[in-house]
């Protein structure tokens, strides 16, 4: 009996071991399904991945390029800009040269040394003020034929023998005092500035020139007009023969040279003349003046 139920319960065993076997191949085969799933999944990430790295590697390349680009346009640049800092150095050394021999024809006994320390404070108050420096060198030459430490009997003081008393907030705003005013930069300063104001009133050279010096020294104001249209003259003699010589050697040079030189040629030819080149309508009351000069006091 026990030998037929044991015979019996062999089919369900066999049925159910089937089953489960036929289970765990379904789940098998379903995992398999979801991991393949999975692996298409990875290799679409990987492929996106892969365009990404693409596509940040010409990008990387692109900002590479542009970095080199704006490297290369900076270099440009600084080679502009410094390439433009000669050319102004070039022609400040060029108008101080022009100035400091103004100052050694107009006194041949001053200090070469002097004269150049004069030239670059007349420089840079001309331009402050814009004053011609030609005016600026024959007002101190008149007023005091370029000596330092020079004082009126009516305490005009210095190379452009300023009074400190006729200008106290002048002297306030820049600091001068007794000691100092016959200090090159303070005394030309002031009487530069002194000189501008005049001008800007009486819009005139001429009625500067009596407000500055004393409206009664005719042959004073002469003296320093007479001067300054000599140095005008002498400078646009200058001008127009180093330009016939400019012109006389671009004939003898070749075509391609012309071209590669001819902006550094026209900067070069203006660096000696460019010092004063305001005010050259100053002069016109000069023909007003006709009487000899004389050695009058200094007047401010």
Not at 32 to 37: A, D, P, Q, V
Not at 95 to 102: D, F, G, R
Not at 210 to 233: H, M, P, Q, R
Request: charged share 25%; glycine share 4%.
């Amino acid at each position: 009996m026990e030998n037929r139920g044991n015979k019996s319960k062999l089919p369900i065993i066999t049925l159910v071991l089937v089953l489960c076997a036929f289970a765990a191949v379904t789940y098998l085969l379903y995992q398999n399904t979801l991991i393949n799933k999975q692996l298409e999944e990875m290799d679409l990430n990987v492929s996106g991945l892969n365009s990404t790295l693409d596509n940040l590697t010409q990008h990387l390349e692109i900002s590479k390029e542009n970095m080199q680009k704006k490297d290369q346009a900076i270099k440009s640049l600084q080679q502009a800009v410094a390439a433009e800092e000669r050319v102004k150095e070039q022609k400040t050394a060029a108008e101080q040269i022009w100035i400091a021999s103004l100052i050694l024809n107009l006194q041949p006994k001053i200090d070469p040394m002097v004269a150049d320390v004069i030239a670059s404070t007349v420089r840079k108050y001309s331009y402050k003020y814009r004053i011609p420096p030609e005016l600026i060198v024959n007002v101190a030459m008149r007023e005091s034929s370029f000596r330092l430490i020079l004082e009126s009997n009516k305490k005009a003081k210095g190379l452009m023998q300023v009074m400190a008393s006729a200008h106290p907030e002048k002297v306030e705003k820049l600091g001068i005092n007794n000691d100092n005013i016959f200090h090159i930069d303070n005394n030309i300063h002031m009487g530069t500035m002194i000189l501008a104001e005049y001008y800007e009133s009486k819009n005139s050279i001429y009625g500067a020139l009596e407000s500055y010096v004393g409206a009664d020294l005719k042959s004073y104001i002469n003296d320093i007009l007479v001067g300054f249209a000599d140095t005008k003259i002498e400078q646009f003699r200058a001008m127009s023969l180093n330009q016939q010589e400019k012109d006389e050697a671009e004939k003898s040079e070749p075509a391609g040279e012309k071209e590669d030189e001819e902006a550094l040629d026209a900067e070069g030819d203006n660096t000696t003349t460019e010092a004063g080149a305001s005010g050259d309508n100053d002069l016109q009351n000069e023909e007003n003046i006709a009487e000899p000069s004389q050695n009058s006091g200094e007047n401010l």
